[in-house]
């Protein structure tokens, strides 16, 4: 079949400009989501001065909401146009409220204790309501741009290599603005007094930056994309909230991919949560949280254009499988090095995010897999509904790396107060850092091998798709 048969099915070529504007979506997400993810817990501690395990039933609490919230923001995507397409448009609706609030997360009010912890709560549950209304709707912007999976590899690529300059901006920009500003990351015991004062001023500008990159990045997005694959108005019509576990029950593929994305995200936010207090307390030396924490981000610069090469001569399942066994070597290698031996330790972290760059870039690229699947099965192309489980799933191991390092370092003894932490806390952050990663490596491995769905299936589903819609 030539190439403009094979538009007509909805195999669309896309421009550069197209691909870079669609990553720039993911970019803009990172600076204002991402920021918020890998600090807040460290923020809330050692400047806010909660404790980490009401820090960490708020995390919880927050997943419990958007268990709720995420389907109907899909259903009501799909149920609904705006004026400027049937997702763009959320990301103009929303772009400038969830820069607001990402920002109001970083402000520490001059109130008593009860009221500071209530102030955290609200601000941080408006932040991910919020955040669920652009990320749902940015998902699906992949499902409509084409159906020609080569070409969602290469916006896959294009917007995790994006993704990867905005970490590189995160993890290392964030500690280095802060302490150009500040002097220091903080301690909640240093940080009494004005509102704005030494490490709270520091933080809080340096979000107001990110803020500010990350909405620029979002319109760039908006501004920058055509949909051309949605669902007719006839089946918009059609979309029943109860349609998400409809979904969830006759669609594997999404079933599986929604399990590759809880156990992924709990990964990296896990590991990148304990990054900071790692460096800080474990190496002793806060100076080089930054470099420690780029490094997670640098070897995705190289490898993700080389992502599309890579899925043709490995397969998709291959290149998975050599991603997580390198990244488990990383991980385990972590976990066995003295904290004094400073540049083994920055090694082991280059190795593990040399596998794990890849695997949290490809899993993107199975989404459109799954609502293809589906569409095939049914007639009814559900991104946004299928994006919110996703969705919900990706913030709920997001939420992992909150929970599940506060309860530990609770349990084990950190207190944000003291220089010098206990042995047993110090175990702690290692456990989280590498230990507690390594494992749920496995269990990814073992979700993907359940995973099943072959190009050329897809390719087929696509046309018969396509030919089904042209008899309606």
């Keep these: 079949m030539d190439t403009r048969s094979l538009e007509d099915k909805g195999f669309y070529k896309l421009s550069w400009r197209e691909r870079i504007a669609f990553g720039s979506g993911d970019l803009a997400q990172n600076f204002i989501y991402q920021t918020v993810t890998t600090y807040l817990l460290f923020f809330y501690t050692n400047v806010y001065g909660l404790n980490p395990a009401i820090a960490a039933t708020m995390f919880l609490g927050v997943r419990i909401i958007d268990a ?37 997360c970083f402000i520490v009010p001059a109130w008593g204790v009860n009221a500071k912890v209530v102030y955290a709560c609200v601000t941080y549950v408006a932040l991910s309501v919020i955040y669920t209304t652009v990320n749902v709707p940015y998902g699906a912007i992949n499902a409509a741009l084409t159906r020609d999976q080569q070409e969602v590899t290469i916006l896959t690529s294009t917007r995790m290599w994006l993704v990867n300059v905005a970490q590189v901006a995160i993890t290392y920009g964030v500690p280095t603005l802060v302490i150009f500003f500040a002097g220091s990351l903080g301690n909640s015991s240093t940080e009494s007094g004005a509102l704005f004062s030494e490490a709270r001023y520091g933080w809080l500008l340096t979000i107001v930056i990110y803020g500010v990159i990350g909405l ?123 904290a004094n031996s400073v540049v083994t330790v920055f090694v082991f972290q280059f190795v593990r995010s040399i596998g794990f760059g890849v695997v949290g870039a490809f899993i993107w690229s199975l989404i459109p897999e799954a609502i293809t699947y589906g569409e095939w099965q049914t007639g009814k192309r559900i991104s946004g509904i299928a994006n919110a ?56 491995a073992l979700i993907v091998w359940r995973y099943n769905l072959t190009d050329e299936q897809l390719i087929q589903y696509g046309i018969e798709i396509e030919e089904r819609n042209d008899k309606e």
């Design 68 to 104: 709720v919230w995420d389907p109907i923001v899909g259903t009501l995507i799909d149920k609904s146009t705006t004026r400027w397409g049937k997702y763009r448009g959320w990301l103009l609706i929303m772009a400038i409220p969830l820069t607001v609030l990402m920002i109001a």
């Design 216 to 338: 620029a990045a979002l319109l760039f997005c908006f501004k920058g994309t055509k949909e051309r694959i949605v669902m007719s108005k006839a089946e918009q019509g059609k979309v029943k909230f109860s349609d998400l576990f409809t979904e969830v029950v006759r669609n594997r593929p999404l079933r599986i991919v929604s399990f590759m994305f809880i156990t992924a995200f709990a990964i990296m936010a896990i590991s990148n949560s304990a990054g900071t207090y790692f460096v800080k307390y474990n190496l002793g030396n806060e100076d080089l949280v930054g470099k420690f924490m780029v490094i997670s981000a640098v070897p995705a610069l190289v490898i993700l254009p080389f992502m599309p090469l890579m899925r043709k001569k490995f397969g998709k399942k291959g290149l998975l499988y050599l991603s997580l066994a390198v990244s488990f070597i990383g991980f385990m290698g972590l976990f066995l090095t003295p």
């Design 389 to 444: 489980l996703i969705g919900f799933f990706f913030k709920f191991g997001l939420a992992l790396g909150g929970f599940v390092p506060g309860i530990v370092m609770s349990f084990t003894g950190f207190n944000a107060d003291l220089a010098n932490q206990s042995d047993s806390a110090l175990f702690g952050i290692k456990l989280l850092l590498a230990a507690f990663p390594a494992l749920l490596v496995i269990v990814l």
